[in-house]
């Protein structure tokens, strides 16, 4: 990871400040396609403009999905986890909430799947990566203000770094929104600096531009700190927040999945038996039982 270096300086200044986080994105307007039936829910692809101008003009078009069933009254924004491109994953992880009366919205990351900008996840540089998280949020944030006439009970949730981008729209939106941030903590600065994905980072590459690997090291700590969830005031509705982590997360360290979990006193903590990849495959239903349980607190 970040091979390809530092990426832009001017971006790095400029989008590192947390205030970005806090601007109120411009209301946006969707473009929907005619919906499909996918069993008992129906399926429509759209897309709007996103409201982060910074992104280059490939990645400047936001995809998303729409599962929605008669008669449910909640929506959930499902941010998408590191490397998840398309909607497959999160249609097989959490696609049965639809039957829970809980209407899902996928939405595709800034430089994924179809907002690719020639290259892959794996080749974007830390600037690129500063502008997919905050693209996320700001996304994240005008749709759930899109959602908000539409219907009575509102969420955002995530698994791994979707779930910390979720965690950082609940707590930098202004509605009360329930919270299901899923395998994550209060800041991703250790999962790319000390856990087991540093291992894949290329310190030697950043490190040729700032005097060495440690000064790499520490820069990208400094960089990612600032999507520090702690940063934040709590959520509206903090006690409509469930945070989980995994037993067996050799990525997310569990003291930043209790760190996250104190910053927001008042949600609910939640251990899932399963490691960070395994529990995608083995605990659907007690990650799915998460949303609904934020949810459901609302």
Same mark, same amino acid.
């Given at each position: 990871?970040?091979?390809?270096?530092?990426?832009?300086?001017?971006?790095?200044?400029?989008?590192?400040?947390?205030?970005?986080?806090?601007? $109120?994105?411009?209301?946006?307007?969707?473009?929907?396609?005619?919906?499909?039936?996918?069993?008992?829910?129906?399926?429509?692809?759209?897309?709007?403009?996103?409201?982060?101008?910074?992104?280059?003009?490939?990645?400047?078009?936001?995809? %998303?999905?729409?599962? @929605?069933?008669?008669?449910?009254?909640?929506?959930?924004?499902?941010?998408?986890?590191?490397?998840?491109? !398309?909607?497959?994953?999160?249609?097989?992880?959490?696609?049965?909430? @639809?039957?829970?009366?809980?209407?899902?919205?996928?939405?595709?990351?800034?430089?994924?799947?179809?907002?690719?900008?020639?290259?892959?996840?794996?080749?974007?540089?830390?600037?690129?990566?500063?502008?997919?998280?905050?693209?996320?949020?700001?996304?994240?944030?005008?749709?759930?203000?899109?959602?908000?006439?539409?219907?009575?009970?509102?969420?955002?949730?995530?698994?791994?770094? !979707?779930?910390?981008?979720?965690?950082?729209?609940?707590?930098?939106?202004?509605?009360?929104?329930?919270?299901?941030?899923?395998?994550?903590?209060?800041?991703?600065?250790?999962?790319? @600096?000390?856990?087991?994905?540093?291992?894949?980072?290329?310190?030697?590459?950043? !490190?040729?531009?700032?005097?060495?690997?440690?000064?790499?090291?520490?820069?990208?700590?400094?960089?990612?700190?600032?999507?520090?969830?702690?940063?934040?005031?709590?959520?509206?509705?903090?006690?409509?927040?469930?945070?989980? !982590?995994?037993?067996?997360?050799?990525?997310?360290?569990?003291? /930043? @999945?209790?760190?996250?979990?104190?910053?927001?006193?008042?949600?609910?903590?939640?251990?899932?038996?399963?490691?960070?990849?395994?529990?995608?495959?083995?605990?659907?239903?007690? %990650?799915?039982?998460?949303? /609904?349980?934020?949810?459901? $607190?609302?």
């Amino acid at each position: 990871m970040f091979a390809r270096g530092w990426g832009d300086e001017a971006v790095m200044a400029e989008f590192s400040n947390r205030s970005r986080y806090l601007a $109120k994105p411009a209301p946006v307007k969707i473009a929907w396609r005619e919906p499909s039936l996918q069993g008992d829910d129906a399926c429509r692809d759209g897309t709007f403009a996103s409201p982060l101008l910074a992104l280059p003009d490939p990645v400047k078009t936001v995809y %998303l999905r729409a599962l @929605t069933r008669e008669g449910n009254t909640a929506a959930c924004v499902m941010l998408a986890a590191s490397r998840d491109e !398309g909607y497959s994953i999160r249609e097989r992880v959490f696609g049965r909430l @639809t039957g829970r009366e809980i209407d899902l919205y996928l939405v595709e990351n800034p430089y994924y799947g179809l907002r690719r900008n020639g290259r892959g996840p794996s080749d974007i540089t830390v600037s690129d990566h500063g502008l997919m998280a905050l693209g996320m949020v700001l996304e994240a944030r005008a749709l759930l203000e899109y959602l908000k006439p539409r219907y009575a009970k509102l969420a955002v949730a995530g698994y791994s770094m !979707g779930g910390h981008m979720a965690a950082i729209t609940a707590a930098v939106t202004p509605l009360p929104v329930a919270c299901a941030a899923l395998a994550t903590g209060a800041s991703a600065s250790a999962i790319y @600096t000390r856990g087991l994905l540093s291992w894949s980072v290329d310190f030697d590459s950043l !490190g040729n531009a700032v005097g060495g690997c440690d000064a790499a090291r520490e820069r990208l700590r400094e960089l990612f700190d600032t999507a520090d969830v702690t940063r934040y005031r709590p959520p509206i509705l903090v006690d409509a927040a469930v945070v989980s !982590g995994c037993t067996h997360d050799g990525y997310v360290l569990p003291s /930043e @999945t209790e760190r996250l979990a104190r910053h927001w006193r008042g949600c609910t903590l939640r251990w899932i038996k399963a490691g960070h990849f395994s529990s995608l495959l083995t605990q659907r239903r007690a %990650l799915c039982e998460c949303v /609904e349980e934020a949810v459901g $607190k609302l």
